[in-house]
């Protein structure tokens, strides 16, 4: 069964504490994707990796930090630097010659 | 950077009418634009999506239109079903290789009135 899956569905962390978001797919995408989705803000970029080993900073990167050590792996880890860090966090993956992204369901961040 | 802007934030139709949805972007580079539908709690899916070299693309009671003069796509949903009812993100892309970043919309609510 291909695709891309997320754990957990939901977190709950202290404030001050970091947290790591993992991401998994199997569908031998090059490139993978983070997203942070907001109430009425649509989805924002925060990493992406096209490669392993390599990753670009997206829109909103500060107070985040990922790693891409195998292809089908991009975990996000989100810092007590974040200021602001409830939200649900999406990851995506595509071909690198393509363009259609496909998501995960998604995690949702609750900081208490 | 890309900018994209989605109207309205929020449609009510009755079912079966139709529900028009539109997006403008500021990059003339652009020239990739896909439309997710997003559940409540669920990531969104890719529903239907345009390049720059058409002008309309249909796909049974979806469809797009893009008008890269003005710069603006639309998405139109006819014969509305309740299951028809999400949030709808339009988004724009430079689609060359190496540069597949996705610039999103803030969405549309869309809710099917039985």
């Known amino acids: 069964d291909g695709g891309i899956t997320q754990s957990p569905k939901y977190l709950f962390r202290k404030e001050g504490q970091n947290v790591t978001l993992s991401c998994e797919q199997n569908?031998?995408?090059?490139?993978m994707y983070w997203y942070r989705q907001d109430p009425g803000q649509g989805l924002r970029l925060i990493y992406y990796?096209?490669?392993?080993?390599?990753?670009q900073k997206g829109d909103i990167a500060e107070g985040y930090s990922v790693s891409r050590e195998k292809k089908e792996s991009f975990p996000l880890t989100v810092t007590s630097a974040q200021k602001n860090p409830t939200a649900f966090y999406l990851c995506?993956?595509?071909?690198?010659?393509?363009?259609?992204?496909?998501f995960g369901p998604g995690t949702r961040l609750t900081v208490l | 950077g890309e900018n994209v802007e989605q109207h309205p934030s929020t449609l009510s139709v009755q079912e079966g009418d139709s529900a028009v949805i539109k997006c403008t972007y500021s990059d003339s580079a652009s020239n990739y634009f896909p439309w997710y539908k997003q559940e409540l709690g669920k990531g969104p899916q890719l529903i239907i999506d345009?390049?720059?070299?058409?002008g309309e693309k249909k796909d049974q009671r979806i469809a797009v239109t893009l008008n890269k003069t003005a710069k603006h796509f639309s998405l139109h949903i006819t014969e509305t079903q309740p299951e028809d009812s999400a949030v709808y993100f339009c988004?724009?892309?430079?689609?060359?290789?190496?540069?597949?970043?996705?610039?999103f919309g803030t969405g549309t609510r869309l809710t099917i009135i039985p």
């Open positions: 990796s096209q490669i392993v080993n390599d990753f």
């Open positions: 995506a993956s595509s071909h690198r010659e393509g363009n259609e992204q496909f």
């Open positions: 988004a724009a892309s430079e689609a060359n290789f190496g540069n597949e970043k996705l610039t």
């Open positions: 345009i390049r720059s070299n058409v």
């Open positions: 569908l031998n995408h090059d490139a």
